[in-house]
């Protein structure tokens, strides 16, 4: 099992452009989470989706997030347009329902300039 | 709305004590409750996994402990090696059903002296 796998790694963007970031979940696994990452508010969960359905996107912060779940084994946020305060590490993580617990991607760094 | 906590926020010691990492949370109607671990410029790697009907689980050298009722949790480390030197997080699961997200704590940041 390769786990859950993010791309790109790290992305450097200037302010104003578009950023998509991709996740390809845990083959099997239902849910599927999106999360920031930031010293000063530590993780926090932005969108879920459960059977490729968005649950609960309370915590995307604004509209110039969006995610996308178009199948089982994909998943994009986008920031469009991206902003110097939207750098953060973003964190995908998937997990079946019931008694499993979550396993993360390993992040994309993302940094606006 | 859940809170967690988790204290200390740092915490350096030499090499070979034994060590434990505490988490409160404020919501004690919770699904099961993970410690994860973190390193520099990494993703997070599960240690641990308790579900709310545990007590306690143990992996190596790793002990978890539950007690749901007063909203708190606790990693104990024994016989602690430079290389668990990361960042540890506490995360609550509210449901089992359907999907849900973790509530994460800020992490205690390990240190660990040779």
């Known amino acids: 099992d390769a786990g859950v796998i993010q791309s790109p790694r790290h992305e450097v963007t200037e302010m104003g452009q578009e950023v998509t970031l991709r996740c390809k979940p845990i083959?099997?696994?239902?849910?599927l989470f999106w999360y920031r990452q930031t010293m000063m508010r530590g993780l926090e969960l932005l969108i879920y989706?459960?059977?490729?359905?968005?649950?609960?996107d309370s915590g995307m912060p604004e509209d110039r997030f969006s995610a996308k779940m178009p199948n089982a084994s994909f998943s994009t946020l986008k920031i469009q347009p991206s902003e110097p305060r939207d750098s953060a590490v973003y964190f995908c993580?998937?997990?079946?329902?019931?008694?499993?617990?979550?396993?993360f991607g390993s992040g994309t760094r993302l940094t606006v300039v | 709305k859940q809170e967690v906590t988790q204290i200390p926020a740092a915490l350096s010691v030499p090499e070979g004590e034994n060590l434990v990492l505490n988490c409160s949370f404020t919501?004690?109607?919770?699904?099961?409750l993970q410690w994860f671990r973190q390193d520099p410029g990494k993703g997070l790697t599960s240690l641990l996994l308790?579900?709310?009907?545990?007590r306690e689980q143990t992996s190596g050298r790793l002990n978890a402990s539950l007690d749901k009722s007063s909203g708190r949790s606790t990693l104990y480390i024994a016989a602690s090696q430079p290389g668990d030197s990361a960042t540890y997080l506490c995360?609550?699961?509210?449901?089992?059903?359907?999907?849900?997200?973790?509530?994460f704590g800020k992490g205690t940041h390990l240190i660990i002296q040779p």
């Open positions: 993580a998937s997990s079946l329902e019931g008694n499993r617990g979550y396993t």
């Open positions: 083959s099997g696994h239902n849910s």
């Open positions: 989706f459960n059977n490729n359905v968005p649950i609960d």
């Open positions: 919501d004690s109607a919770i699904y099961n």
């Open positions: 308790i579900q709310s009907s545990q």
């Open positions: 995360a609550v699961r509210r449901t089992g059903g359907g999907a849900d997200g973790l509530t």
